[in-house]
Structure formats: structure tokens, C-alpha cells
């Protein structure tokens, strides 16, 4: 998972990908707004109590501003470079968090939590066909009794999928303090056998095209894998909104936001 450029360019993350109180920096309404809605989201959740983890936590956009609120939380990620960035902007916040390294598909942990969180599509990086379950297996054993699960991942486009391929088309602009505004475009094609989408991402600053180049690949989640999922792992899908705004979910929604609890 952490092979990703991507995630060895903390400082390039965090550009693409702000928190909530540096979202202006993004160009599209649109976008800015989502980044605000998700923070809002699992901190109301997180609030609800008990100690919290956060899986895939990068490099603290969502756990630190948790912890800002006085909420018990801990941070896992399987990238150092990303988990060492976290590090630093914790302490320059003020907060004490127990950042960790572990694969969100294997890991163990001697305390159990009230609250486990994977935002932001991180389950689309799972791309062996049963590593969904065994993710979710592993949350089930490291939530205390009566523990909830909270995650969300894109709904896959099906005329999206259908029109890559490989073709340039914009993503997104973000505002950089030293490159100025900064364009994100992407090439894509789409495996429907192995619902593997194999994505190139192109950023280009005004006088520095194509300056990144970073090559990933992303498994479509559909929503019918997650209720197996998590069936099989031991969960009760309890609700799922169609956006972090939690609009109930519906055929034509973009997102799936799942609350789910343990099964007795």
C-alpha cells in the first residue's frame, strides 16, 4: 500500500489533500466542501466516546484535529515516511497521539477501541479480492464489546469505467505557496475482471509541467462486496449515507459512508 509515491511525499499528500482548515487552498468548490463535511463527520462520531483508532491515518489530517478536541485517539499507517510527518505535526499541535505502523489487513494491538475509522477510498488500496474481509476481521477483533466501525469509499462509476482509456483528462487545481497553482490530471484504464483501476496521476506547475508523475492502482468497491464483507467479518451495516452530509444512500450516490456495529 505505501509503494505509492504518493505516500513517500508527505508534503506532496498534504498539498492535494488538506485538512478542513487549510482546504482553501483547493480550487474546486465543490471538493472544499467535501474535505470540511468528512473532518465534521468522524469527529461527531468520534465524540460519541471511548478510545478511537484511526487505520490508514496518513499523516494526520483527520487525527489530529480530533485529538485537538480532547478525543483519546491513536493513529495507524503502514507508510513510515507518512507516520514520521504525523509525528511532527502532532507535536507542533500540542497533542499527544500514539501513532503506530501496522497493515490494516493483519495487525494486533493490546488495547481495544470504542471507535475504528478507515476514511477517504483507503479500502480501494486492498486489491487482492480477500482483502476486504480480512481487514474488516481484523477491525472486529480489536473493537471492545459493543465497538463501532466507520468508513466510507467511493461508489465505482460504471460510465466512468466504461470511458477509460488512458486518455489525459483534469482532476483538481491546488493553490502551492512556492509553485503556484498546481494541476492535477489523470490517465486511467479499468480491468473489469480484476476491478483493478490502473491510474497515472500528472501534477504540472505553471513552468514545470508533468513535475510528478505517480503510478497507483485502485480496486473498485462495490456495495454489494461490502455487505459480504461484512457479514462475513461479524458486522451489522447499521446505516449507509450517500455522502458525508449523511443524505441516505441511493442507486445514483457517489459515496458510501458506512456505521456499522460488532454482532453479538
Not at 58 to 81: K, V
Not at 145 to 154: I, K, S
Not at 170 to 183: K, N
Amino acid at each position: 500500500m505505501n509503494d505509492c509515491l504518493l505516500y513517500s511525499e508527505p508534503e506532496l499528500y498534504d498539498m492535494l489533500f488538506p485538512n478542513a482548515e487549510e482546504r482553501e487552498r483547493v480550487q474546486d468548490e465543490a471538493r472544499r466542501e467535501r474535505i470540511a463535511l468528512s473532518e465534521r463527520f468522524y469527529l461527531e462520531e468520534a465524540r460519541k466516546g471511548g478510545q478511537v483508532l484511526e487505520l490508514a491515518c496518513g499523516s494526520g489530517r483527520l487525527t489530529i484535529p480530533i485529538a485537538q478536541c480532547g478525543i483519546e485517539i491513536a493513529g495507524a499507517d503502514s507508510s513510515p515516511t507518512m507516520l514520521e510527518k504525523a509525528r511532527a505535526k502532532a507535536a507542533a499541535a500540542g497533542v499527544a497521539i500514539d501513532f503506530f505502523a501496522a497493515d490494516m489487513r493483519d495487525f494486533a494491538r493490546p488495547e481495544r477501541f470504542a471507535l475504528i475509522f478507515i476514511a477517504g477510498n483507503t479500502l480501494q488500496h486492498l486489491l487482492a479480492p480477500g482483502d476486504l474481509s480480512r481487514c474488516f476481521t481484523c477491525v472486529r477483533r480489536q473493537l471492545l464489546p459493543g465497538g463501532r466501525f466507520a468508513f466510507d469509499v467511493a461508489v465505482p462509476d460504471i460510465r466512468q469505467l466504461a470511458k477509460d482509456s488512458g486518455q489525459r483528462h483534469p482532476v483538481m487545481q491546488v493553490e502551492h505557496p512556492l509553485r503556484g497553482l498546481i494541476t492535477l490530471e489523470e490517465t486511467a484504464t479499468y480491468d473489469a475482471t480484476s476491478k483493478i483501476r490502473d491510474v497515472v496521476w500528472y501534477l504540472s506547475g505553471p513552468d514545470t509541467p508533468d513535475f510528478r508523475v505517480i503510478n497507483f492502482r485502485l480496486r473498485m468497491v462495490f456495495p454489494a462486496e461490502v455487505e459480504q464483507a461484512l457479514e462475513a467479518a461479524g458486522f451489522r451495516l447499521d446505516t449507509r449515507y450517500g455522502e458525508y452530509s449523511r443524505v441516505p444512500f441511493e442507486a445514483s450516490s457517489p459515496r458510501q459512508v458506512c456505521l456499522c456495529s460488532a454482532r453479538e
